[in-house]
């Protein structure tokens, strides 16, 4: 399945705003850059196309670029766990590394684009780049039964492609069962995750002069800026006492 591009205010995010507490120590985290739950939910279901990093049986990194399906199982009384299910060819050895080693991690990319010292008031600056991105440590499960196969490809149908759902039921349960037989599917339940919002958030004077720069740019930039107007960064006082 293929990755699509949502917008951070997707309805669903909204409802997943709790998730593990837990510092995962595996990026460099300042404090003014520190995403919470619900932000890590909004950009992992934006952007689902991921990285699954674990190591091979050399004790090296092995890494697949997924797209993975965000899950969220409230418990009365608990803080909510994500777990996120995904799947490999059969012919990937990364399921074999998984069932032998089943923690690894995991990390997705937000929206990136270079800053130019332009945006600050004065000349003494450097360049930068910001962007948005989250990691997690997590441990995986793999899914053997076709009902758990079947649960996960209609939740990726659902994220990617929702007008191929009818397609699918229709191609009979013998052609379902050969395609996937060759695939290995996993639940990831999600131990431990960095958000990191990095907008410049402790250089206020570059705020308002970044999101006209961000309004006027690519995609890339234009997403950005509608996270500086989620953190509330270079909004004009009209608009942050309307917020």
């Known amino acids: 399945m293929?990755?699509?591009?949502?917008?951070?205010?997707?309805?669903?995010?909204?409802?997943?705003?709790?998730?593990?507490?837990?510092?995962?120590?595996?990026?460099y985290l300042p404090p003014q850059f520190k995403g919470d739950a619900g932000q890590a939910a909004a950009l992992m279901e934006a952007y689902p196309f991921a990285s699954l990093i674990s190591t091979d049986d050399a004790g090296l990194p092995y890494v697949t670029h997924l797209p993975l399906h965000l899950e969220q199982f409230p418990q009365a009384g608990q803080e909510a766990p994500f777990v996120l299910l995904g799947h490999v060819a059969k012919a990937n050895p990364h399921w074999h590394y998984l069932q032998a080693r089943p923690k690894a991690v995991v990390t997705f990319m937000g929206p990136h684009a270079y800053m130019t010292p332009?945006?600050?008031?004065?000349?003494?600056?450097?360049?930068?780049?910001?962007?948005?991105?989250?990691?997690?440590?997590?441990?995986?499960?793999?899914?053997?039964?076709?009902?758990d196969k079947d649960h996960l490809l209609k939740h990726l149908i659902a994220d990617h492609d929702p007008a191929y759902a009818n397609q699918w039921r229709g191609l009979g349960e013998d052609y379902q069962h050969k395609m996937m037989n060759g695939i290995v599917a996993f639940e990831l339940k999600l131990l431990e995750l960095q958000c990191k919002v990095k907008l410049n958030q402790h250089r206020?004077?570059?705020?308002?002069?970044?999101?006209?720069?961000?309004?006027?740019?690519?995609?890339?930039?234009?997403?950005?800026?509608?996270?500086?107007?989620?953190?509330?960064l270079?909004?004009?006082?009209?608009?942050?006492?309307?917020?």
């Not at 998730?19 to 995962?24: N, Q, R």
């Not at 945006?119 to 003494?124: E, K, M, N, Q």
């Not at 705020?207 to 890339?220: D, V």
């Open 234 to 243: 270079g909004a004009s006082p009209a608009n942050s006492r309307e917020a």
């Open 118 to 147: 332009r945006v600050y008031p004065d000349l003494a600056r450097v360049p930068t780049w910001n962007y948005i991105t989250v990691h997690c440590t997590v441990e995986a499960r793999l899914l053997e039964h076709f009902d």
């Open 204 to 232: 206020p004077e570059a705020h308002a002069a970044m999101r006209a720069l961000y309004a006027q740019g690519g995609e890339n930039e234009q997403a950005l800026g509608d996270w500086m107007d989620r953190l509330r």
């Open 2 to 27: 293929t990755g699509r591009h949502r917008g951070i205010n997707d309805g669903r995010s909204a409802r997943r705003s709790t998730a593990p507490s837990a510092i995962l120590q595996g990026m």
